[in-house]
């Protein structure tokens, strides 16, 4: 017996919002200096969004699978598709979760639940990338035994080769991201790993729906072209 299934409801489209970030960045190398770069952000209704920095502009349109950059110092526009992220193997026999993303096994995400940020109601998650192990080298192969004479004194083995060293682990990147509840957007967000540690810190506030001409390219820029790949050379034809 098949029971009518209920049809999921559309999300809701997301809340125009305007924010200003900083983003302080602190490497590991001793005696660095903390660097600061300021940032803006834009989001329509529609899912489109423009990150501004000092020299540079993005513009992502999922709809359209395409992203600008936009470089303010040359007055150049580049038009780039976003890729996809690439699909996780199934399990034989086991269908997709809806609904769930799958992630790669050496990502693991947490869930560090509710907080506040600077009076913000914020949940916040937790990933944690590990670095791919090396692949194991192969066992050399073991020398055949020499066959002895009956009464002769047995010959010394061949000495074992030295073992391989064990390649050096690299420490995870830890990943913590707090989202505001009400607006969906991350507040404060941190990347520790051997680099350092990289913050973003954004005020969001919701906003109307922002001019169409925010999310395009500005008349006085040039539009570069991404080069052309070069066409591989035809195969010989084999005689008839």
């Known amino acids: 017996m098949q029971f009518p299934q209920t ?3 559309p999300a809701p489209p997301p809340t125009p919002t305007c924010s200003n970030c900083v983003t302080t960045t ?3 190398k ?3 200096t903390p660097n600061q770069v300021p940032s803006s952000i834009l989001r329509s209704s529609t899912g489109q969004m423009r990150l501004d920095y000092p020299n540079t502009s993005v513009i992502t349109n999922p709809a359209g699978g395409y992203a600008i950059v936009l470089n303010h110092l040359k007055q150049e526009a580049h038009v780039v598709p976003i890729p996809q992220a690439p699909q996780m193997p199934q399990m034989p026999g086991m269908g997709a979760m809806p609904g769930v993303p799958s992630s790669p096994s050496h990502v693991k995400v947490e869930d560090l639940g ?4 600077e009076g913000v109601e914020v949940m916040g998650k937790r ?3 590990k670095p791919p192990g ?3 080298m192969p066992g050399m192969p073991q020398e055949p035994a020499m066959p002895q004479a009956p009464g002769a004194p047995q010959m010394p083995g061949m000495p074992k080769p030295p073992a391989m060293p064990n390649a050096p682990t690299m420490p995870p990147i830890v990943s913590e991201i707090w989202s505001s509840t009400k607006l969906k957007m991350p ?3 941190t990347v520790m790993g051997p680099f350092g540690q990289t913050t973003c810190y954004c005020k969001h506030a919701a906003t109307g729906e922002p001019p169409p001409t925010a999310f395009q390219i500005p008349p006085n820029y040039t539009q570069v072209q991404p080069p052309t790949m ?3 050379p035809a195969m010989p034809k084999l005689p008839g």
């Open 134 to 136: 090396m692949p194991k």
């Open 30 to 32: 001793e005696g660095s």
């Open 26 to 28: 602190q490497l590991a």
């Open 187 to 189: 507040v404060l967000t």
């Open 230 to 232: 070069p066409k591989a």
């Open 7 to 9: 049809p999921v409801p």
């Open 127 to 129: 990933y944690t990338m």
């Open 114 to 117: 509710m907080g506040m940020v």
